[in-house]
């Protein structure tokens, strides 16, 4: 393939590789400078006594590779924020009890049930100067306090460093977070919230006009799911967004629509290319269409929000944009590799982001296989090539994101091609009347007939979704993928394609190698979990759920609200998925278990236990009132554990407790699932 005989393609590799390797290696900004300054100084070695050097071609080629590696390393420990002597993790302990402190809000993210959440960076503690982001929260308990991003805000809070999965298999949130370079959260009250200035700059001024666009299509006759979806397209916020109306897109296969992305910004450029071509061919003209254009796409990009799709989509148009008017062919993998490598040297944290991921395997694949799907069949109707060229590009999309959705949200969308050549012309028609919907609503009133277009081609597409979304049986869910079954499926489909472009024995045996290395792996890890057995108590809020796996059955114990609805549960459906398992039987929590070679005592809310058995193990559920120094001395137990369901108040004296008596004493709400 030619993109990899690019030499810009080895470079932006290795240096990937250096960001990917960093946490591993965890090197320091000083050893990194020192690393990538050595590395420089060999690639000038190299090219100083070339003229000495027998093999030098192959000598300087690893050099730049190697100094590439060097420069991620670089960028990666330069941007880890909390290698900074002032980060506030030296200075801020866990739980710390009203700590005052000034932060600058920066972001606003998704609410809770609970509390308003932003993204903040810290200013001060207890008058001490600090930096670093934390996640804001302000308890809804109180009357809400409008807060603009760009406030600096006098607080006083509690303090939570981010913590591991409380359940096996969960999603590791607080890895998330840290990858983002946040590194905790601070809960506050909003009488201790005080706002005591404010920062100007031009993200916080986008940020709080796109604020004022919302409210403003909020005054509009938009019905309330129309509304979410199109301040979704056009404005990059999926905040209020039902979560059923989330599903069904998911399900469909239409989710990438809602982020916003290339096929976002590539719809705005063409339009405003339409609307500058009045405008005189001249070179001076040209150049100010060049400027109007791309500050237009990054006004565009920082209105919704910078988030990582939207960042590479609106480099790479804004270099396809300069290619065009200086009239030369724009090698695109170029493009799409220069992007990366200017966006990961600003912001190297990108790369733990799914949508930027997603987005750059989404394009490659499109540049890769879409011209190989399109050779299959040349139709001459123009309106059945229209529809011919949206079902090759969304199936090369598919086929380049498919590993990785699965291994991120263990489902596949069967009907992606039908909801795509539906949706997408249907897309181009909604956001044109949007923006303009959007525009008017900014300088004036909006038409009404306007407004009810708008509504009714969202409501087609929403129905149309809902629709293909209804079709279970073509929604693969809970598939089973591991990482090394991430890789292999990687390598299979870039060796077939490989084939495919040039049929030979090596290329096909290769292909083929992948295919059965890919089968081998699933078998083993398979096998492997049908070998082990072992017992769980999960920690689940208002409820109690025990399991017992042997091989790949598990057996489910649960109060009835939890069983009657296991299949919604996403800690257990986690659970299974992630050990290639099946749900066998549910039944009831008994007072008495067996799993594992482990007697184990259960103890609910009504406190009744029987004192002639010696547990191995007792589980304590439901918050039941017991004297737990006497309970010891009568069971004799050899662990307890306090699972999520009883009050933290209980579970802390009942700590206490066994900390006297020498017992371990596992408590799910602080440590976690327990596992035996």
Same mark, same amino acid.
């Given at each position: ?32 400078? #020192? ?12 090219? #100083? ?44 302990? !866990?739980? !710390? ?8 809000? %920066? ?112 005054? %509009? ?25 989330? *599903? ?170 039908? @909801? ?106 398979? &096998? ?21 796996? #042997? ?12 069983? &009657? ?5 996403? @800690? ?61 001395? %009568?069971?004799?137990? *050899? ?8 009050? *933290? ?28």
């Amino acid at each position: 393939m030619k993109i990899l005989q690019f030499p810009l393609a080895k470079i932006t590799l290795w240096f990937v590789f250096g960001i990917l390797l960093f946490p591993s290696l965890k090197t320091t900004p000083p050893i990194a400078f #020192i690393l990538t300054v050595s590395g420089f100084c060999l690639v000038l070695l190299c090219y #100083i006594f070339k003229s000495k050097i027998a093999f030098y071609s192959s000598l300087f080629g690893i050099a730049v590779l190697l100094n590439s590696f060097f420069i991620g390393l670089s960028s990666a420990s330069i941007h880890k924020e909390n290698y900074s002597t002032n980060h506030f993790s030296k200075y801020l302990n !866990e739980v !710390e009890n009203g700590f005052n402190a000034t932060i600058l809000l %920066t972001e606003k993210l998704k609410n809770t049930q609970k509390n308003y959440r932003y993204v903040a960076e810290f200013q001060s503690i207890q008058k001490k100067k600090v930096n670093g982001k934390i996640i804001f929260n302000i308890t809804k308990k109180e009357k809400y306090i409008s807060l603009p991003i760009g406030s600096i805000l006098f607080i006083k809070g509690v303090y939570y460093k981010n913590k591991k999965p409380f359940n096996p298999n969960q999603f590791d949130y607080g890895n998330y977070l840290e990858h983002k370079e946040i590194y905790g959260q601070v809960y506050s009250k909003t009488n201790d919230v005080k706002i005591i200035g404010s920062q100007n700059s031009l993200r916080y001024y986008f940020s709080n006009y796109r604020e004022k666009l919302i409210t403003n299509l909020k005054k %509009t006759s938009l019905s309330e799911n129309s509304l979410t979806v199109v301040v979704a397209l056009l404005l990059g916020q999926k905040h209020d967004m039902s979560p059923v109306i989330m *599903k069904e897109y998911q399900a469909a296969g239409a989710v990438h629509i809602l982020a916003v992305s290339g096929l976002h910004v590539g719809i705005i450029m063409y339009f405003l290319l339409f609307l500058l071509k009045p405008m005189p061919n001249t070179k001076r003209a040209n150049w100010i269409k060049v400027i109007l254009i791309i500050l237009t796409l990054w006004a565009f990009a920082l209105l919704a929000g910078l988030s990582p799709s939207i960042v590479r989509s609106a480099t790479m148009f804004s270099f396809l944009t300069v290619g065009m008017n200086i009239k030369r062919t724009v090698n695109i993998y170029h493009t799409l590799l220069v992007s990366m490598l200017l966006i990961l040297l600003i912001s190297p944290s990108f790369i733990y982001d799914i949508g930027f991921q997603l987005s750059y395997l989404a394009v490659f694949f499109i540049l890769l296989l879409q011209p190989i799907l399109k050779s299959i069949w040349k139709p001459k109707n123009k309106i059945l090539n229209y529809f011919w060229d949206i079902i090759t590009v969304s199936t090369a999309a598919q086929i380049g994101v498919m590993p990785l959705s699965i291994y991120y949200f263990h489902q596949f969308p069967g009907l992606f091609f039908l @909801t795509n050549m539906i949706v997408l012309p249907l897309l181009s028609v909604i956001m044109a009347i949007g923006i303009l919907v959007l525009v008017l609503s900014v300088i004036g009133t909006v038409p009404h007939f306007l407004v009810q277009i708008l509504d009714l081609l969202l409501k087609i597409m929403n129905n149309f979704i809902h629709t293909i979304a209804s079709f279970d049986s073509f929604t693969f869910q809970n598939i089973p993928f591991t990482k090394e079954m991430l890789w292999l499926f990687y390598l299979m489909i870039v060796t077939l394609i490989f084939w495919i472009k040039k049929p030979n024995f090596k290329r096909i045996s290769l292909a083929l190698m992948c295919v059965i290395l890919l089968q081998v792996v699933f078998i083993y890890q398979k &096998k492997e979990v049908n070998k082990s057995a072992e017992g769980i108590v999960f920690n689940q809020k208002k409820g109690s759920i025990i399991s017992e796996r #042997i091989g790949n059955n598990v057996s489910l114990f649960a109060n009835d609200s939890i069983r &009657k609805n296991i299949h919604e549960n996403v @800690t257990f459906q986690s659970y299974l998925v992630g050990n290639f398992s099946d749900l066998k039987n549910k039944n009831n929590i008994p007072d008495l278990l067996f799993i594992n070679s482990k007697k184990i005592v259960v103890i609910d809310s009504t406190g009744i236990y029987n004192p002639t058995i010696n547990p191995d193990i007792l589980i304590i559920t439901q918050s039941p009132k017991l004297n737990l120094e006497r309970l010891l001395l %009568t069971l004799k137990p *050899k662990v307890i554990i306090a699972d999520g369901s009883n009050f *933290k108040t209980y579970s802390k004296r009942w700590e206490e407790t066994c900390r006297k008596q020498k017992i371990p004493f596992h408590n799910t709400h602080e440590k976690g699932f327990y596992k035996f």
